[in-house]
T-cell receptor, first 118, second 115 residues
Framework: GAVVSQHPSWVICKSGTSVKIECRSL??????MFWYRQFPKQSLMLMAT?????????EQGVEKDKFLINHASLTLSTLTVTSAHPEDSSFYICSAPSLKGASTDTQYFGPGTRLTVL | RKEVEQDPGPFNVPEGATVAFNCTYSNSASQSFFWYRQDCRKEPKLLMS???SGNEDGRFTAQLNRASQYISLLIRDSKLSDSATYLCVVNPLEAGGTSYGKLTFGQGTILTVHP
């Protein structure tokens, strides 16, 4: 099946620094990717939709200037958490759907990136 | 009201037991429905899609009732390896009629199967 990778798998950083997370579709092209965040004991919450060649669309309550998304190619989307603070510590997961264009498309999830901000 | 609601559990059952999870969703125009399982500190993995006619995959049976906006998952003959969090997931229809790929997750139901 299709594979989505994320890098890094975990990162620890100091408060105020920026962290970049990469999401790659390894054997298929993805014009759209999704970024989710999951806090402990909570469900995944969609943060934004990453669109290849255009601006990302953000869910309500997600600061676009804090969570910068760049979908530079059909196989790569990056999420940069700028000026990270301890409350940004979370599990960040990306996903990419297959390209059939149907609402029932399979979503392929990356393995997630665990961010800890000290 | 949450868009997708699940009983968080936990459910603690012995091996071989049958266990059922329920889920309700608020958007009546939702297009597609899934059950995912998530192991601790891992990404969610698709368990099965859910269809109005009901569908079965081995020990797992999923049902959808659109009129009641209710989804269920039945696990028969539970195995130790079934221990995980089960996520009810809905692909909603947004204003303008688009929903491509966006998923709304329930909180998840924790299942622990013990010997």
């Amino acid at each position: 099946g299709a594979v989505v990778s994320q890098h890094p798998s975990w990162v620890i950083c100091k408060s105020g620094t920026s962290v970049k997370i990469e999401c790659r579709s390894l054997d298929f092209q993805a014009t759209t990717m999704f970024w989710y965040r999951q806090f402990p004991k909570q469900s995944l919450m969609l943060m934004a939709t990453s669109n290849e060649g255009s601006k990302a669309t953000y869910e309500q309550g997600v600061e676009k200037d804090k969570f910068l998304i760049n979908h530079a190619s059909l196989t790569l989307s990056t999420l940069t958490v700028t000026s990270a603070h301890p409350e940004d510590s979370s599990f960040y997961i990306c996903s990419a759907p297959s390209l059939k264009g149907a609402s029932t498309d399979t979503q392929y999830f990356g393995p997630g990136t665990r961010l800890t901000v000290l | 009201r949450k868009e997708v609601e699940q009983d968080p559990g936990p459910f603690n059952v012995p091996e071989g037991a049958t266990v059922a999870f329920n889920c309700t969703y608020s958007n009546s125009a939702s297009q597609s429905f899934f059950w995912y399982r998530q192991d601790c500190r891992k990404e969610p993995k698709l368990l099965m899609s859910v269809y109005s006619s009901g569908n079965e995959d081995g020990r797992f049976t999923a049902q959808l009732n659109r009129a009641s906006q209710y989804i269920s998952l039945l696990i028969r003959d539970s195995k130790l390896s079934d221990s995980a969090t089960y996520l009810c997931v809905v692909n909603p229809l947004e204003a303008g009629g688009t929903s491509y790929g966006k998923l709304t997750f329930g909180q998840g139901t924790i299942l622990t199967v013990h010997p």
